[in-house]
């Protein structure tokens, strides 16, 4: 995919925007973590499990982490698309009284 599908689907902050906005993480970092620790253990139980009931205990789990780690990301994603706005509005607030804004 290009930098102009991206932009024609409206997944790129507009370019006067670019590097104007904090860009640290907002995933909880030792949740995921233990998402993927766990994602990692239940194809350990599948392997072990040798088509028995351990492989489908272990494939549920994998499937509930799985889940979850998406879920923590998207999550994720939507703080950070917050964030971005109350950074745009907070600089529009400050454009308005002829501040310079701070980044």
């Known amino acids: 995919m290009s930098i102009d599908d991206l932009r024609d689907q409206g997944v790129l902050l507009p370019e006067e925007e670019w590097g104007e906005h904090r ?4 995933v909880h970092v030792v949740p995921l973590a233990a998402g993927f620790a766990v994602a990692v253990a239940s194809l350990a139980v599948i392997y072990l499990g040798d ?3 351990l492989t489908w205990v ?3 789990v994998f499937l509930l982490a799985l889940y979850a780690v998406t879920w923590m ?5 939507l703080r950070q ?3 971005f706005r109350e950074e745009r509005r907070h600089a529009g607030s400050h454009e308005e009284e002829g501040e310079e804004p701070a980044h």
Do not use: Q
Request: aromatic share 0%; with cysteine.
């Open 58 to 60: 272990g494939s549920g």
């Open 73 to 77: 990301c998207d999550r994720a994603v």
């Open 51 to 53: 088509g028995g009931i």
């Open 23 to 26: 860009l640290e993480t907002t």
């Open 81 to 83: 698309r917050e964030r």
